[in-house]
């Protein structure tokens, strides 16, 4: 697994799972669900090609979206939470 990618997923999927957590109430049994349940379907979707010199396109994809999914969550959980706090503080 190339390591820009690493980078990208496991960021994709704290920003990911942190919002889960955010937004269960701080359960931490919502993110160990959410993340088992996409830890069961890695096998079923498969991104990595196992063989030498091939693109591995699909693993871009997958690495890409997950980030850009992490990145607009953590967005629109911070604009919803935030406007929640600003009301609760006034």
Same mark, same amino acid.
């Given at each position: $697994?190339?390591?820009? %990618? #690493? *980078? ?6 704290? #920003?990911?799972?942190? !919002? *889960? ?9 919502? %993110? @160990? *669900?959410?993340? =088992? ?10 991104? @990595?090609? $196992?063989?030498? %010199?091939?693109?591995?396109? /699909?693993? !871009? &994809? !997958?690495?890409? @979206?997950? @980030?850009? &999914? %992490?990145?607009?969550? $953590? *967005? ?5 939470? =935030?406007?929640?706090?600003? /009301?609760?503080?006034?």
């Amino acid at each position: $697994m190339n390591f820009a %990618g #690493f *980078i990208m997923l496991t960021l994709g999927y704290s #920003f990911f799972y942190s !919002w *889960i957590m955010k937004a269960s109430g701080k359960k931490p049994l919502a %993110g @160990l *669900i959410v993340h =088992g349940t996409a830890n069961a379907f890695v096998p079923v979707f498969p991104v @990595l090609v $196992m063989t030498l %010199g091939v693109a591995q396109v /699909r693993f !871009w &994809i !997958w690495v890409s @979206l997950t @980030l850009l &999914i %992490g990145i607009v969550v $953590m *967005i629109l959980s911070e604009v919803k939470f =935030g406007k929640q706090e600003n /009301r609760i503080g006034t």
